[in-house]
């Protein structure tokens, strides 16, 4: 199993930027895809970014593109999301996901193949 814990939300005025961290523990953390989700109050949980397991191919959704960033280090078992010229409609609850590349991989990950969650952290901008 993949212990997945993510941070480093906060609040933050738009325009700014913030950079979110996931820490893995347990399986290989190399041999998963990683993903960012985010969910907004009365809105259902959507994709924002995902990274291959050897870090080589990336993948936005439209709404982030040119603005966010994610990265993987794969010697730290972490993924990061780096948050530039936020807007508020970005405020959200971020969740790290891990597909399990060993249980069958696509490119992407559809938002059924992840296996494993964090907590969720929060992300405010204000406008």
């Known amino acids: 199993q993949v212990q997945l814990v993510d941070s480093g939300g906060g609040l933050v005025q738009a325009g700014g930027s913030l950079r979110l961290s996931c820490a893995a523990s347990?399986?290989?953390?190399?041999?998963?895809?990683m993903g960012w989700f985010r969910q907004a109050p009365g809105k259902v949980r959507e994709f924002v970014a995902a990274?291959?397991?050897?870090?080589?191919?990336?993948h936005y959704a439209d709404s982030v593109k040119g603005r966010f960033t994610i990265s993987r280090d794969n010697t730290k078992n972490t993924v990061y999301l780096q948050m530039n010229s936020l807007k508020p409609e970005d405020t959200a609850v971020y969740y790290c996901a891990a597909d399990d590349v060993a249980g069958g991989s696509s490119w992407p990950p559809n938002r059924y193949d992840y296996d494993y969650w964090g907590q969720g952290t929060q992300v405010t901008v204000s406008s």
């Open positions: 347990g399986r290989t953390f190399s041999r998963y895809h």
């Open positions: 990274i291959s397991w050897s870090g080589h191919s990336t």
